[in-house]
C-alpha cells in the first residue's frame, strides 16, 4: 500500500521545465527512499503546482517526515517560480491539502505501485465546508458495482481553501479502450447534477469539459530500490 501527501501552491505558468529540472536534479543526487519517499509526481493546471508525494507508509507512524536532504535547497531553487496557494500559510506543512475521503477495491488484491495501474489527478473549486457532502455522494456510488465496471481501483479526494483534488486510479486496460470516460452516460449527469452544488470548474472561462480538468504531469521519479 502506498501512502500520500499532496501539495498545492501557486506556479507560475510555463515554468514547469524548470521546476521540474530541480527535482530531477536532488532526485538523483540524493536518497528520498532513505527516508520513506518511494516516488513523487509534479503536476500543473493553469497556475496550479500539484505535488504527489509517494510514501512506504504514513509519516505519522513511521515517523519519517521529512522531506527530501536538500529540501532548503530545493525551496530555494523554486520560489521565483512556486509560492504559497493558502490565504493564511505560515509554514511549509500549511500547504499540504487535506484527506477527506478514500475508497479502495475491496476486489483489487494487487498494490497501487505495483505495474498495470493509471493513476489520473483531477482538480476543481469547491464550497469551503462541502467535504462532507462530496465525500457522501462518492461513497454512495463506490458502495455498488459501478468502480468495478469502470476499472477504477481507488479513489482519494483532498481540498485546501477552495480547491479540490480527485486521485483517480484505475487500470491501465481500463484507460487504454476508454472504458467509462463518455461522460454523457447516464450515470456520470447523475453523479455530476449531485456533486454541481459543491463542485465547480477552477478556471470557468477556459472550461469545456472534463478533460479541462484533468492536471498535467511534467516529472516523475521513483525509487529503484
Partial sequence: ??????????????SEGIVGDVFGY????????????????????????????????????SGQTRGLPAFQKIAEAIAPYVTPYPRNWQNPSD?????????????????????????????SRIKPGAEPDVA???????????????GVTGRWLYSID?????????????????TGQDHDQPVFAKIMAELSPFISPYNPETW??????????????????
Fill in 1 to 14: 500500500m502506498v501512502f500520500r501527501n499532496v501539495i498545492v501552491c501557486h506556479m507560475v505558468p510555463g
Fill in 26 to 61: 536532488y532526485d538523483k543526487t540524493t536518497r528520498p527512499q532513505d527516508l520513506g519517499v518511494i516516488g513523487r509526481r509534479l503536476l500543473s493546471l493553469d497556475d496550479l503546482y500539484i505535488h504527489v508525494i509517494e510514501r512506504r507508509a504514513d509519516p505519522r507512524v
Fill in 95 to 123: 500547504s499540504v491539502a487535506k484527506e477527506f475521503y478514500s475508497w479502495v477495491s475491496a476486489a483489487d488484491s494487487a498494490p497501487p505501485e505495483s505495474a498495470g495501474r493509471n493513476l489520473t489527478v483531477i482538480i
Fill in 136 to 150: 457522501r455522494i462518492f461513497g454512495e456510488s463506490d458502495a455498488g458495482s459501478l468502480p468495478v465496471q469502470l
Fill in 162 to 178: 477552495d480547491v479540490y483534488v480527485h486521485l483517480l486510479e484505475r487500470t491501465d486496460a481500463a484507460v487504454a479502450d476508454a
Fill in 208 to 225: 469545456r469539459g472534463p478533460q479541462d480538468a484533468v492536471a498535467n504531469e511534467y516529472y516523475r521519479w521513483q525509487a529503484d530500490d
